[in-house]
């Protein structure tokens, strides 16, 4: 497939669990398509989303397919490239600048572990959100006006170390190196967040973004 120009966000759909189904809505409403991993067409009937396009082997489709108008069922037999590997990939050869992924974690530790690491390398210039009981962004280097209502809670997560100047919340920082696992957890909105990151990449984890 010849990557296409950007274009704005995808809402991809695994098989795990979907603990807040509103908030995965909210994130469709943004977004221009739906990438359906095979197994997980159930999972979008669920949400009330019925997906553009469906991708994987297709060995794990429901009896009852919801069809909708114009689906395509793009078929990839590769067996070394997990199901998620396999929508970001599709999702970065149509052109889309972000994907909201549902359906990521729960269910098997071995499976949210691998789709844990493959959010941290996703495609080159896709940034990866995962939905949950609240959304999870990689975020690199520069600086990042954050999204926040007054004292809307948010948490950090360094990937190996990074370095950084936070403010306009309870535990401002300046010139403070995490390292993977250390300070981030728990912090509250008072104001305009701002994130200064000189170094290093990091989760930032909050209601939506």
Request: net charge negative; proline share 5%.
């Given at each position: 497939?010849?990557?296409?120009?950007?274009?704005?966000?995808?809402?991809?759909?695994?098989?795990g669990e979907i603990p807040d189904p509103a908030l995965a809505r909210a994130a469709a409403a943004r977004c221009r398509e739906v990438i359906c991993a095979d197994g997980?067409?159930?999972?979008?009937?669920?949400?009330?989303?019925?997906?553009?396009?469906?991708?994987?082997?297709?060995?794990?489709?429901?009896a009852r397919i919801p069809v909708r108008r114009g689906?395509?069922?793009?078929?990839?037999?590769?067996?070394?490239?997990?199901d998620f590997q396999k929508c970001l990939d599709f999702a970065a050869a149509r052109g889309f600048a972000r994907a909201y992924v549902a359906g990521a974690l729960g269910g098997r530790l071995d499976?949210?572990?691998?789709?844990?690491?493959?959010?941290?390398?996703?495609?080159?210039?896709?940034?990866?959100?995962?939905?949950?009981?609240?959304?999870?962004?990689?975020?690199?280097?520069?600086r990042h006006r954050l999204k926040l209502r007054s004292g809307e809670p948010f948490s950090f997560?360094?990937?190996?170390?990074?370095?950084?100047?936070?403010?306009?919340c309870d535990y401002p920082l300046r010139g403070a190196v995490l390292k993977r696992g250390s300070r981030g957890l728990s912090n509250r909105a008072r104001g305009a967040v701002v994130l200064n990151l000189s170094r290093g990449r990091l989760w930032f984890f909050s209601r939506m973004a």
């Open positions: 497939m010849t990557r296409e120009k950007p274009r704005g966000a995808c809402l991809i759909v695994l098989g997980a067409v159930a999972r979008a009937d669920v949400l009330g989303v019925l997906p553009h396009f469906v991708v994987g082997d297709m060995d794990s489709l429901p689906m395509v069922f793009w078929c990839d037999f590769d067996e070394n490239r997990s499976h949210a572990a691998v789709n844990l690491a493959l959010a941290e390398t996703a495609p080159k210039g896709m940034d990866v959100a995962l939905v949950d009981r609240g959304l999870g962004r990689i975020l690199g280097p520069g997560l360094a990937l190996g170390e990074a370095r950084l100047d936070l403010s306009g």
